[in-house]
């Protein structure tokens, strides 16, 4: 007999078991969970997110119920959005593999978000958490480089990708690994760069890890945007540069976490400055901007990096995991404190 499913479930878990609820939920006006923005809420949760009233959350659990034991429903069960519906393997029923989720954005490209990426995730991994990289950046992906690797990932049964472990430990998996040559460009349309993210996130074999960061692509238009409502991010960190309030394109990033309801748990100010051998700093791109940045984003300034020609030859090398910097081990700690994570 199939079980009941009731309000305190967790809708993915409810997808992931009995996909055909999948339309059920759309067409009970969920459609985010559909296409898990939310799915990891309960059902209660999800209903009341989209206002549900008490009677409506009853006539959906009839229905999901209905649904399951393949009875007619209530509701025309809507087609699912395309390409969604997908139920996430990630999170798995009784613990999610996974304990953090998180995006790192920005508004434009060449700030500086994939080195804090890539750094970031060499700090946690050097304090002895399981660390993986997903870069989403799929027409620009830059992590194979910055870590140095050129291995191809490995295929297993179930079409399951192994992602490519770094020489620190730090599992990635970027578009580069799948192109005959690095130099090849990536010409794909919306559709394919949505689904090669997909693939990034549920067909790969990320096992146990502590954090998962993702290098979102640069911007806010359609492709973070789809990498947002794919991977559903516990927290965002933004990376911004002192030139770059100016102009308003950190407020449309914040704009945009706000509209999917995602949290930004903080903000790094990139190139913030340089600093001579002898100790003197110099501001190069205007004055720091790090207050505006909280009191704009409400969330802490987790750093403020400087700009550091030996970052960009190591990365450039492959080498980024041999970068000591006291700056990017207080990112480390702020993030960590952030998120209330005591070792
Ligand atoms: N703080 C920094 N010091 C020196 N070089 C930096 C710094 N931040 C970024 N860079 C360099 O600037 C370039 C763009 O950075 P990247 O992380 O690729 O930006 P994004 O991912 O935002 O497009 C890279 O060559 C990178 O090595
Ligand atoms: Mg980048």
Redesign the pocket.
Known sequence: MAELITADMVIHDVVTKHPETVKVFHGHGLPCTACAVGSRESIAGGARTHRLPPEKLDLLLKDLNAAIKGEPVSVAPKKAPVGRGIPLTMASGSGRKIKHVIAVM?GK???????VTGLLAVSLRRQGYRVGVLDADITGP?MARMFGLSAKPTMLPDNRIRPVESRGGIKVISMNMFLGEESDPVIWRGPMVAKAIQQFYSDVEWDQLDFLLVDLP?GTSDAPLTVMQAVVPDGVVIVSSPQLLATMVVKKCINMVRHLKGTIIGVVE??AYFETPSGERYEIFGPSQGAELVAITGAPLLAQ?????Q??AL?DAGRVEEYESSAYQLLAENFLNTLKIKR
């Open positions: 920005s490209g060449g700030v500086g978000k994939s080195l830059s640069p990139n190139m990096l400087p700009i550091d020609p970052v960009a990365c």
